[in-house]
Antibody
Framework: EVQLVQSGAEVKKPGESLKISCKGS????????IGWVRQMPGKGLEWMGI????????RYSPSFQGQVTISADKSISTAYLQWSSLKASDTAMYYC??????????????WGQGTTVTVSS | SYVLTQPPSVSVAPGQTARITCGGN??????VHWYQQKPGQAPVLVVY???DRPSGIPERFSGSNSGNTATLTISRVEAGDEADYYC???????????FGGGTKLTVL
């Protein structure tokens, strides 16, 4: 079964760092793009960025460029989303998702279950 | 930047046809993908590349795209179709994904 399994919920304080993960299984991890999507409470979907684990080619939304870092470790079929200094406004659900096929413009047909990040003092 | 516009809400009676639009400048030249999201769940891809359906998605879900409007059509609507629906395109001019604001489908 093709699946993406994300790391568990996090509760952090402003200013702290965080790295959440997304582990792929059941398919060739290096052959599909992995995207990250933010959903703030009660709001819509926002695309953050996308990475191709095969060569770590990464694209960021201008809204998130410089605010987060997307990476991947193909040896363990895992993609990451990290912050160096969290803000309260980073409180949201974060999803990873895989593209339908090998292009970054494809739809995303496999989604992780989501990771809730809460940032509060 | 490229903007996708969806109506905030659409209401339809069971058994009727729901049409959810996604407007964008010359969107007909782009590939449009549609997602369904139920409360507390991750999004699910229901239509990709304008009109293709992933395996497991009922034939009741279909899509079209022309000019400045893409449309997701749900035929013979069921109570279980009640959800938020989002359109998405790749904006090649800025090399990034864009989501529409989402449409809440209410089944009366």
């Amino acid at each position: 079964e093709v699946q993406l399994v994300q790391s568990g919920a996090e509760v952090k304080k402003p200013g702290e760092s965080l790295k959440i993960s997304c582990k792929g299984s059941g398919y060739s991890f290096t052959s599909y793009w992995i995207g990250w999507v933010r959903q703030m409470p009660g709001k819509g979907l926002e695309w953050m960025g996308i990475i191709y684990p095969g060569d770590s080619d990464t694209r960021y939304s201008p809204s998130f460029q410089g605010q987060v870092t997307i990476s991947a470790d193909k040896s363990i079929s895992t993609a990451y989303l990290q912050w160096s200094s969290l803000k309260a406004s980073d409180t949201a659900m974060y999803y990873c998702a895989r593209t339908v096929s090998g292009g970054p413009t494809d739809g995303m047909d496999v989604w992780g279950q989501g990771t809730t990040v809460t940032v509060s003092s | 930047s490229y903007v996708l516009t969806q109506p905030p809400s659409v209401s339809v009676a069971p058994g009727q046809t729901a049409r959810i639009t996604c407007g964008g400048n010359n969107i007909g030249s782009k590939s449009v993908h549609w997602y369904q999201q139920k409360p507390g769940q991750a999004p699910v891809l229901v239509v990709y590349d304008d009109s293709d359906r992933p395996s497991g998605i009922p034939e009741r879900f279909s899509g079209s795209n022309s000019g400045n409007t893409a449309t997701l059509t749900i035929s013979r609507v069921e109570a279980g179709d009640e959800a938020d629906y989002y359109c998405q395109v790749w904006d090649s001019s800025s090399d990034r994904w864009v989501f529409g604001g989402g449409t809440k489908l209410t089944v009366l």
